[in-house]
């Protein structure tokens, strides 16, 4: 590992995103001109999250550009738990839908339960990968559709170019779909991993250890910049609004570039490549 003190090379997830994108489209291109019929992802919104919005509406415009068809359902936020597992049972028969996608969270204070939404789409057309057959998977180290962002932070990780077995990875965050995945697949690169979270005793002390940090806990600038070891890669995962309205990570970005070898900028860092891992996931589902 290049260990170095001078300010950090910056991890643009952003143009990695945009190359993955145009291959994508190559071979989305490919497969039609062969004669085979286009990917299709359902996209199911159910209530009027402003985020949630935001968030789909990207992800179906990432679709349009490399041609994979966007089935897009948006149910209002009282059509309840029955009429929603009805709608992904009918998707999971549709020869057409090669991907599904239920953006979470789902509304609350209905009888929604999200975890018995994700069960019921079939494992083989699970985008997302949240599904617990998949997570299962992923923990044994078998080959399944892997959660979007983790599978995107691993790619910008490889951007690097850096031999990882037997460094220390620090996660800081312990959710479903980043911390406990991204955890599980830096260990599959034989890395010492050590997962930290809101109680965690000295966090400072922890991340200080790490080589490689992942910080995912939608807390704004947590990870201070004087933890970080130098020569450290740090992946910032989260998007926040700080006191000034201004968009920052759950890392303090230009204190952490002093000392870091390599940082994720937010915005453009991880955040694109969550999109472009729906896609890749999306489109392995049809190729499959
Ligand atoms: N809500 C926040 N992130 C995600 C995601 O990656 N997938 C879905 N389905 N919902 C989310």
Redesign the pocket.
């Known amino acids: 590992m290049n260990l170095s003190d001078t300010p950090a090379q910056v991890l643009d997830g952003k143009a990695l995103s945009e190359r993955i994108l145009d291959s994508l489209k190559e071979q989305v291109e490919a497969k039609r001109n062969a004669g085979l019929p286009a990917p299709g992802l359902a996209t199911v919104l159910v209530g009027n999250d402003p985020a949630?919005h935001v968030?789909v509406r990207n992800k179906r415009r990432a679709c349009g550009k490399v041609g994979i068809t966007t089935i897009h359902h948006e149910l209002d936020e009282h059509i309840g738990q029955a009429a929603l597992l009805e709608l992904v049972q009918k998707l999971n028969n549709d020869p057409e839908v090669h991907g599904i996608?239920?953006?979470?969270?789902l509304p609350k204070g209905g009888d929604y339960d999200e975890n018995a939404v994700l069960a019921a789409i079939d494992p083989a057309k699970d985008?997302?990968g949240?599904h617990p057959f998949n997570q299962g998977a992923l923990m044994q180290g078998r080959k399944a559709p892997v959660?979007?962002?983790p599978k995107g932070i691993m790619s910008l990780l490889d951007e690097c170019g850096l031999d990882l077995m037997g460094r220390h990875a620090v996660v800081v965050g312990r959710s479903n779909?980043v911390g406990k995945p991204i955890a599980l697949l830096l260990l599959e690169r034989h890395m010492t991993v050590t997962i930290c979270h809101s109680r965690t005793r000295d966090l400072a002390a922890e991340v200080g250890r790490a080589d490689i940090v992942v910080a995912a806990v939608g807390v704004p600038e947590l990870v201070r910049g004087d933890w970080v070891k130098p020569g450290a890669v740090v992946l910032d995962v989260g998007i926040n609004r700080n006191e000034e309205g201004k968009l920052v990570g759950d890392v303090e970005y230009h204190a952490a570039a002093q000392r870091a070898a390599w940082i994720t900028p937010v915005p453009g860092g991880v955040g694109p490549m969550?999109i472009a891992m729906?896609l890749q996931n999306t489109f392995e589902a049809y190729a499959n």
């Not at 996608?101 to 969270?105: A, F, G, S, W």
Request: aromatic share 12%.
């Open positions: 949630s968030y996608l239920v953006q979470l969270p985008a997302d949240f959660p979007c962002t779909i969550t729906l």
